[in-house]
């Protein structure tokens, strides 16, 4: 996770390694743990649109790791089909002899908002051969939305940070522009 931190740094993101305790409120951390209290820890990014990093090492014919960037959110919930219908996303592509011929995303309102991102679309078309950027996906979780990716290695999560930074951004605005709740 040092290793990682270093390589966004460089990148130019504003990021430390992340304790539960003092960087997640009380409230969430029940819900966070899962993400967030692997054996490696996460990251806490500062000044982007992504609040944490967590990494997951899975075992399955060869290491690999499970990636989770969290967007906190207090109002979105795991249990409510309108965050369903809100954040849900995953690419649809159609490559040929290597080279990417229509992009898309399905599922909910964000995915026609990721389809319609140019910036975005086109920091894919650049990346759409390594398998990372192939896995990308959005899902919601109490309290958060998650973008979700597998990498094999650290430094490959640094090569998409672009397209998860955006994706966050994209989240960022359909939330300051619908009303999800109440303050409890």
Same mark, same amino acid.
């Not at 300051?176 to 109440?182: D, S, V």
């Given at each position: 996770?040092?290793?990682?931190?270093?390589?966004?740094?460089?990148?130019?993101?504003?990021?430390?390694?992340?304790?539960?305790?003092?960087?997640?409120?009380?409230?969430?951390?029940?819900?966070?743990?899962?993400?967030?209290?692997?054996?490696?820890?996460?990251?806490?990014?500062?000044?982007?649109?992504?609040?944490?990093?967590?990494?997951?090492?899975?075992?399955?014919?060869?290491?690999?790791?499970?990636?989770?960037?969290?967007?906190?959110?207090?109002?979105?919930?795991?249990?409510?089909?309108?965050?369903?219908?809100?954040?849900?996303?995953?690419?649809?592509?159609?490559?040929?002899?290597?080279?990417? +011929?229509?992009?898309?995303?399905?599922?909910?309102?964000?995915?026609?908002?990721?389809?319609?991102?140019?910036?975005?679309?086109?920091?894919?078309?650049?990346?759409?051969?390594?398998?990372?950027?192939?896995?990308?996906?959005?899902?919601?979780?109490?309290?958060?939305?998650?973008?979700?990716?597998?990498?094999? +290695?650290?430094?490959?999560?640094?090569?998409?940070?672009?397209?998860?930074?955006?994706?966050?951004?994209?989240?960022?605005?359909?939330?300051?522009?619908?009303?999800?709740? +109440?303050?409890?």
């Amino acid at each position: 996770m040092g290793g990682l931190v270093r390589e966004l740094t460089e990148l130019g993101v504003i990021c430390r390694l992340g304790d539960i305790k003092r960087d997640v409120v009380p409230e969430r951390r029940s819900y966070f743990e899962r993400w967030l209290s692997n054996r490696d820890g996460f990251i806490r990014l500062i000044a982007t649109n992504i609040d944490y990093i967590g990494i997951e090492e899975v075992m399955r014919m060869g290491a690999f790791f499970d990636v989770h960037c969290l967007i906190e959110n207090q109002f979105v919930n795991e249990n409510d089909d309108n965050s369903y219908t809100l954040f849900q996303a995953s690419p649809f592509f159609t490559l040929r002899n290597g080279i990417l +011929e229509t992009l898309g995303w399905s599922g909910g309102v964000l995915a026609d908002i990721l389809s319609k991102d140019r910036i975005l679309n086109e920091f894919i078309r650049k990346s759409i051969m390594e398998e990372q950027t192939r896995r990308v996906s959005v899902r919601v979780a109490n309290f958060a939305c998650i973008i979700q990716t597998r990498i094999w +290695e650290y430094h490959e999560l640094t090569s998409i940070f672009n397209i998860l930074d955006r994706i966050a951004l994209n989240i960022k605005k359909l939330t300051g522009q619908i009303h999800l709740g +109440e303050s409890i």
